[in-house]
Each structure stands twice: as C-alpha cells, then as structure tokens.
DNA sequence: CTGAAAGCGCTTACAG
DNA sequence: CTGAAAGCGCTTACAG
C-alpha cells in the first residue's frame, strides 16, 4: 500500500486558505487571485500534493475513464490485427486527456453484455465504445437503457441514439473486386465474416455488387467465423468444386493467409495460378510470399477518432456521425492473371 | 449520464436500519441477525441498489483495478501475438474477483515510466504487470519506490522485491536447436531480439549454448528490435553471407515468418533449402506454408497466474515466485534435413 | 475575492 | 445484535 500521501487539506493549511479555495485554483475556476493562486499552487508543488482521483470521481460521480469490451474467441484475437492498433489509437487520445480505458475482454456474446452492465453498473467508466456490430445489436439498445454514452463502429442497422464513426469497407473489397477483374479473372470466390456481424455481410454484399457490375455470377461465397483455420478450410471447399475459383476475396487477413497457405501446400502456385486478397493490412500480410494484396484500414485512427468523438459525446455535445477516409485495396503480390487467359482456372498438382 | 440510482441510505431506511448495517450485511461481516439480513438484502433488490464503487473505493483506498502498461512500437503491436492472449488470460482472473483492468499502451520507454507513475498517482490501480522486462529495469525501482504492488513477468536481473511469474523459454530454443542439429544442420543461425531485453537475449544466450553442447559455433546472430521486417532484413543479411546457414531459429514468429517469406522470395525453397523456426507458436504461423516450427508458449495461463499473484499479493500474501510449465517446441513443415547431407548449404536461384 | 459547510456514498471504529 | 457518527478527499453552492 503506498504511503501517506498529502490531501487537499494539507496544502490549505500551509497555504493559509480554505480547502474549497484550494479545489478553485486548481481547477482554474475564476475567483482566486492571482496571488493567493501562486500561493496554493506553489504549496502544492511543496507538498507534492496529487489530488486524489478517487475523491474527485465520488464528487464530481465522474470515472474518468472509457470502457472497450472486446467479445472474441480466444482463437480469433491472437492473428487479428486490428485490436491492437484500434487500443493504441484510443490511447492516443485518452492519455492527454487524463482519461483511462479499462478492458474487458469476454469469450462469447452473452459475457459481452454482461461485461457492459457491470462496467457501467459500477461506474467504472463514463461510456463506451460498441466495436464489431451485428445485426440487431443487443449493445445498442442496452446502453440506451444503461443510459451510458457510447460511440458505435460503423453505422448500426437499428435506430441508434449514438455518434457512428464509420470507415466505408465497401470501397476497398470493390477495389480488390475489380481489381481482379481487370486482371482478366471471371470466377472470383468470397470468403465471408458472419452474415450476424454488420461488416461480415456489408463486405459480402460489396462483393456481391461489384461482381454484378462487372457482369460476373457472384454465388461462390462461404460464410466462416473469421477464423485463420476457417480461411484454410473455406479454400479447400471452394478448390474442390467443379466451378473452382481463379480469384478468392477474404474477408480478413488471417484467413487470406492461412487460405493461401492451403493453397501452396496443394501444390498451387500463387499468384500464377490462384490470386488472394485480404482485408486489414497486417504487418504480416505484407511479409509472407508472396506478399498478401489486401485492404488497408486505419485502426489507428479508427481508434483515435472514436476516442475523441466519445469524450466529447461525454461533456454533452452531440457529436454527430463521422465518416473516417475509406479503406484502400494495396495490391501487392498475391494477385496476377489467371493462368488461363479466358479465366478459366488451370490447376495441376491435385 | 445514468438516472438516478438508489443509495445506501435508500435501503437503509427501506429495510428501517442504518447505513452501517446495510453495509455490515451487504459485505457478510459479522453481527447482523439472519432476519435483518434478509430484511436487508431483500430491500437492497427490490430498490436495485448496486452499491457504488466509486464510494466504496473512497472509504478501503482501493482501485480494484490492475494495471497492464504496453510498451510498443505501434508497428510491432499489431502482429504481436503475445499480448492479446495474455490479457485475455488476465481476465479470466479478474472478471470473477471483481477487479478491472486498466490498460495503458504507449511507445516508447520513457512514456511506460510516466504512465506507470501517473497509474498510481492517480491511485486507478492496486497494484501492476511488469512485462518485457529489461536489463536494470528501471521499472523495479519505480514501482517500489511508488510503493505499488507488483509482478513480473520472468525474474529481473536486478533484486526486485515483486513476485515473478517465469515460463523458461530456453528449453524451447534449446529443443529446437537440438532438433535441427538432429536433422544435420550445422550451420545454424540465430535472429535475437534486442539485448536489452531480457528475454531476447536469454534467448540468445540459449541458442549459444545449444549450438555449443552440439559442438557448432553460434556465430551467426543478428540482433533485431522484433519487427517483422527485421526478421527479412537479418534473413537476407544471413543469406549474403559466404559461410551462410541452412537454418535460422527465430526469436518470435512475425520476424520468422517474415524471414521465410524472404527466403522463397528469394528463390529458396523452405524447408529443404533453408529451415526456420519462430517463438510463441501464433494462430498465423499454423497455416502459412509449410507451417512454421515454432516454439509455443501458453501466454493466457501467464496472464492467468500473474493475474492471480498480483491479486494475492495486493491481499497481502508474499506469493513468492512461480515457475510455469516451460515452452515447448512444436516441430511442423518449416523444418527439414538440409539438401546436402554434409549440412553444406545448396543454394539455387539467388 | 474568500470561508465555512454540506454533500458525494460508502466503511468502520465506538457505544450501547 | 444494532445505531449514530466520523471519516475517506474531493467539489460546490451559499454567505459574506
């Protein structure tokens, strides 16, 4: 237990004021001269007074902190990027404001809510960030009951009382799409998120209509959870048909990756004559061979902004919903013509 | 903000009692008849009192949070999968103990000693993880020097007064030298982490004396910061050279995957040109191609059972220090006798 | 410009 | 077994 620390009291007496004073000037609130400030502040420095945090968040009935909760399979959030770089966006953000996060991190949907509630039921922060929407977000209407600030990720699909910060992923998985077409592949697969998470079926639709736009059946689509092993198995599935892709479009990273593994230790050569694209720009990504072609987003910012737009939802301004630049499809060498120039797949080795 | 809640005293004088039973009954002290006690705890539900934390914590001097400060470049972050399974084991220990975690990540070492000394000015923790630990970690001495409870990841070099939680990673590296020595490699290389780390160059050292109990000089070690691209920087500096390795045993995975994502860049085939071996044993590395050999780690049960020392210690117990089960390695594809026999290696397309 | 006092919502000796 | 009161360390009307 650290040691005695001086309280407000302390630097009242040895500055000759009242304790309420003390708590004016540090707050820089008017009423204080100048020099009876002078006098307290330097008091304080003497003493090496720190207010007490605590005291002040039982006055004031503020935590000064943000809550984040992220519901995942311990499977899933080791090779996924994106958490870690969302964390040090909002830390960005908090850590100059003297604000703090607390985390919670929870196995499946049901521990999620129940994280919520007690983080607010203790007050243990002021709002929080509803990242990884799904259709019908419980989230949404429990924190409008909890009557907790939040800021959603992306726009939820229900009416929602909070500021969205979104960044469009459409854009990027259109870019991958057409991408591959002009590269002259006409069987391009999808291996897509959960249909129940928001940005698992917007990045399957966005596929969806730019192979329509490009004039191409869009059906060979495999639905995974996200997983690496899921990108692994989605790709045996697809390769084993008979309208076997040229081109496959994941939804995430770890799945590109793990997916384009499968398909060299089937004896494919990539990109010659299977080409992958990923989502979420991981270091990692850009480091294997061939190096992944993917979708870049900017947690970091994603992160930041969000940060900013809750603390100021906090103070009571109404924020509004902010539109982040959209993600950008980086190709790098995973993608090529198909073998065949008519796009039809040529595959040996199987 | 949240409506209006019920207080102490609102159950206090629903259940006609005073503030300081309710409290007595509510925290299972003793001297509250069993009637009153249910009177009690009945009127605490039906009011939906949630007593406050914030007041709660104000009266024991206490956070009920524990601290988690990251120190990491944001580029290293994100394919780093060390962290996000270690809180993840964090919390599996602190979500049923009531306790939170504040999670605090910055970049660089100068900004871990500011967050760490504004944690507990601030007083939003009880007590803190020490990880990534260093040589003469200054962090030892600031945490007892704040007076703040503490654990550490693996034993400082310097006399630390904190528990340490320790999983020996060097029978990892050793077995996976003894491993390729075993398939005929005799010029194996080591990419390090930085020697400023402790475990980077206890890993180092590992390797070292391996190569020495095999009669092999450990003379090809490149130093690096653990970035991916680090790993195919010193995979290429290593490859350039005349007295070349046929295998390189990575310090961590991102860096090994990368690494052989440069290799068959350049023309290698990995394993039978070149063998390669990681540390931490990522989700990512099962499913690249071949898969990597890697060294694994049981980061969730460190978080676990650092979670639940620093608890205890924070209780008041003295812990003392505990030894987890050490790192395994885990042989898959990325390993292969060398080409030729004599464990010279064979190089073609370079 | 400044002081004295009440209040935030708990816990904890101290009396009975 | 129970009550009344002080205390944790701040903030904030309310008076002057």
């Known amino acids: 237990m650290p040691a005695e ?15 309420g004073l003390v708590s004016f000037a540090l707050n820089d609130k008017p009423g204080v001269s100048p020099q009876t400030r002078d006098r307290i502040l330097e008091a304080a420095r ?20 943000l809550g984040l ?22 830390e960005r953000e908090l850590a100059p404001a003297g604000q703090a996060l607390v985390l919670s991190v929870v ?29 019908d977000d419980a989230r949404i209407e429990l924190a409008r009951e909890l009557n ?6 992306g726009h939820p699909e229900t009416p929602s009382p909070f500021p969205a910060v979104s960044m469009d ?42 192979m329509a736009r490009a004039g191409l059946p869009a059906g060979l689509v495999v639905e995974t959870e996200f997983r690496a092993a899921d990108g692994a198995h989605a790709t045996r599935d697809l390769l084993s048909r008979p309208d076997g892709p040229t081109a496959i479009v994941f939804a995430n990273d770890p799945m590109a990756i793990a997916g384009l593994g499968y398909a060299q230790r089937s004896g494919l050569r990539v990109p010659d004559q299977l080409s992958v694209t990923g989502f979420d720009g991981s270091d990692v990504g850009e480091h294997i061979f061939p190096a992944l072609s993917t979708v870049a987003t900017d947690a970091v910012s994603w992160g930041a902004v969000a940060a900013r737009v809750l ?20 190709p790098r060498e995973s993608t090529a013509p198909p073998t065949d120039p008519t796009g039809t797949p040529t595959r040996t080795g199987r």
């Not at 992923?169 to 991408?179: K, L, S, Y």
Request: proline share 7%; net charge neutral; glycine share 8%.
């Open 107 to 135: 196995p499946d949907e049901e521990a999620e809510l129940a994280a919520y509630r007690k983080l607010v039921a203790d007050r243990r922060v002021d709002g929080v960030f509803i990242t990884d929407l799904r259709h």
């Open 169 to 210: 992923d459409r854009a990027g998985i259109e870019a991958a799409v057409d991408h591959l077409v002009g590269l002259g592949h006409r069987h391009i697969a999808h291996v897509a998120g959960p249909a129940r998470m928001l940005h698992g079926s917007r990045r399957r639709r966005a596929f969806e209509d730019a």
């Open 46 to 65: 003497d003493l090496g007074w720190q207010p007490s945090l605590r005291a002040r968040a039982l006055s004031v009935n503020r935590a000064f902190a």
């Open 311 to 330: 603390l100021r939802s906090i103070a009571g301004e109404e924020p509004g919903d902010t539109d982040l630049p959209p993600a950008r499809f980086v």
């Open 5 to 19: 620390r001086p309280t407000i009291a302390d630097v009242a007496q040895r500055a000759g004021v009242s304790k």
């Open 69 to 90: 909760v992220i519901s995942r399979d311990p499977e899933i959030i080791t090779g996924d990027p994106f958490y870690p770089s969302f964390i040090a966006g909002v």
């Open 148 to 153: 907790v600030p939040a800021v959603t990720l």
